[in-house]
T-cell receptor, first 114, second 114 residues
Framework: EAGVVQSPRYKIIEKKQPVAFWCNPISGHNTLYWYLQNLGQGPELLIRYENEEAVDDSQLPKDRFSAERLKGVDSTLKIQPAELGDSAVYLC????????????FGQGTRLTVV | AQKITQTQPGMFVQEKEAVTLDCTYDTSDQSYGLFWYKQPSSGEMIFLIYQGSYDEQNATEGRYSLNFQKARKSANLVISASQLGDSAMYFCAMREGGSYKLIFGSGTRLLVRP
């Protein structure tokens, strides 16, 4: 069974440019998460989807970040415009079932804004 | 308020020895779940072990066991018979009752010496 797939693995962009990340969750997983991981820290939730509905986006900086999960499968996370402080790893995860089930993570996209 | 505390930024262990990684948590919920994830240099977060707050026995998964002390609010990870491949970052995380959000600690970097 394929795991959570993210692309690209690495992205370098200049500040003020837009950038987008893509995530394909594990087949059948209805819950999808985007996490932000700064260097030397644990991941922090940006947004959670239940199927195609964003049910928790309280941590998403909505002035520059947006996300979508069309058809309740793949998801994209966009930043426009990017700032230097956005340099981090963006992790996507998915899960199925109740709160006791683990979330499976992708390898992440490492963003560098120069 | 910090919910998950990992006080060991880095740890060394000799190959084949056991090691304990500390984790304390803070919650007022009676229902919650505790997770440990491993993050190798490749970046992917790998699920290791789960402990529910109502579980009476400590969770075990192969060489991993979780030393759950509810009164002390601690959930330490014990790795037995360390292997070189265990060198990685280890994150403790909590999911409170009624929430699907994983709250992570700052992680512990484990280095296994040959």
């Amino acid at each position: 069974e394929a795991g959570v797939v993210q692309s690209p693995r690495y992205k370098i962009i200049e500040k003020k440019q837009p950038v987008a990340f893509w995530c394909n969750p594990i087949s059948g997983h209805n819950t999808l998460y985007w996490y932000l991981q700064n260097l030397g820290q644990g991941p922090e939730l940006l947004i959670r989807y239940e199927n195609e509905e964003a049910v928790d986006d309280s941590q998403l900086p909505k002035d520059r970040f947006s996300a979508e999960r069309l058809k309740g499968v793949d998801s994209t996370l966009k930043i426009q415009p990017a700032e230097l402080g956005d340099s981090a790893v963006y992790l996507c995860a998915s899960s199925f079932g109740g709160q006791g089930t683990e979330a499976f993570f992708g390898q992440g996209t490492r963003l560098t804004v120069v | 308020a910090q919910k998950i505390t990992q006080t060991q930024p880095g740890m060394f262990v000799q190959e084949k020895e056991a090691v304990t990684l500390d984790c304390t948590y803070d919650t007022s919920d009676q229902s919650y779940g505790l997770f440990w994830y491993k993050q190798p240099s490749s970046g992917e977060m790998i699920f290791l072990i789960y402990q529910g707050s109502y579980d009476e026995q400590n969770a075990t998964e192969g060489r991993y066991s979780l030393n759950f002390q509810k009164a002390r609010k601690s959930a330490n990870l014990v790795i037995s018979a360390s292997q070189l491949g265990d060198s990685a970052m280890y994150f403790c995380a909590m999911r409170e009752g009624g929430s699907y959000k994983l709250i992570f600690g700052s992680g512990t970097r484990l280095l296994v010496r040959p």
